[in-house]
């Protein structure tokens, strides 16, 4: 599962718990499209991945998305994660369109090579 979005933050931190989320904290401030793994709390996942999907203007551009799932795939598959869901990176906080979002997202995972499962959740 990635996280990114403050409406998806809000959701998953009510569900998880706070303890991925101070687990994040201690990981300090990501650069632009870095992806990080944290537990899931109490969630019934193996793990959280967090991506820095916006900027410091608090708005995502193509390059942080495609950064973004590119980070979070790859860090799902050095983790040997067998599936992966993402939110729309960066069409929340990050005021992006979601048909262009989940477009950059497409083409992105459609250029990796993976055998996960790869789900993407338009709307939560």
């Known amino acids: 599962m990635v996280i990114n979005s403050s409406r998806s933050f809000r959701c998953y931190q009510k569900k ?4 991925p989320f101070k687990e994040l ?3 300090g401030i990501l650069s632009l499209g870095q ?3 944290t537990s899931s709390g ?6 959280i ?7 410091l203007f608090w ?5 942080s998305i495609r950064a973004s799932t590119l ?6 598959e050095i983790n040997g994660f ?11 906080t990050g005021r992006y369109n979601r048909e262009k979002v989940l477009e950059i997202m497409t083409q992105e995972l459609n250029k990796m090579n993976s055998t996960m499962k790869i789900v993407i959740v338009v709307k939560i």
Not at 59 to 63: P, R
Not at 82 to 92: R, T
């Open 16 to 19: 998880a718990g706070l303890a």
């Open 25 to 27: 904290g201690k990981k």
């Open 35 to 37: 992806a990080v793994l």
């Open 42 to 47: 109490k969630l019934n996942y193996k793990a």
């Open 49 to 55: 991945i967090h991506v820095a999907g916006i900027n």
């Open 59 to 63: 708005t995502a551009t193509e390059t």
């Open 71 to 76: 980070n979070a795939i790859n860090l799902a």
């Open 82 to 92: 067998k599936s992966i869901a993402f939110p729309l990176i960066g069409a929340g």
